[in-house]
């Protein structure tokens, strides 16, 4: 049995990395299904996403950024999918 006050960020926490926050609220705005879905995150669309929102981001940073945005788009879709699968 694992211990759940481990998963459950505290007060004391330090707030995640700025590329982690900018790649979470990245895939948030990709994955906005309908009339506003985005298709991927990729380069193009997250420039498109930090003019947008007036958000500075180094050139350096842009692929680490992408690479968690991608990492937890695949981990944004995988829950959908399983969410869509009748149970048996």
Same mark, same amino acid.
């Given at each position: 049995?694992? !211990? $759940?006050?481990?998963? &459950?960020? &505290?007060?004391?926490?330090?707030?995640?990395?700025?590329?982690?926050?900018?790649?979470?609220?990245?895939?948030? *705005? /990709? /994955?906005?299904?309908?009339?506003?879905?985005?298709?991927?995150?990729?380069? #193009?669309?997250?420039?498109? *996403?930090?003019?947008?929102?007036?958000?500075?981001?180094? !050139?350096?940073? !842009? &692929?680490?950024?992408?690479?968690? #945005?991608?990492?937890?788009? $695949?981990?944004?879709?995988?829950? $959908?999918?399983?969410?869509?699968?009748?149970?048996?």
């Amino acid at each position: 049995m694992r !211990e $759940l006050s481990q998963d &459950t960020p &505290t007060l004391f926490d330090a707030p995640p990395p700025e590329n982690i926050s900018h790649a979470r609220d990245f895939v948030r *705005w /990709c /994955c906005s299904f309908g009339n506003s879905f985005r298709n991927s995150p990729d380069i #193009a669309n997250l420039r498109y *996403w930090a003019h947008k929102n007036k958000i500075k981001i180094k !050139e350096r940073s !842009e &692929t680490e950024i992408l690479e968690s #945005a991608r990492a937890a788009f $695949l981990r944004r879709i995988d829950q $959908l999918m399983r969410k869509s699968q009748p149970l048996n």
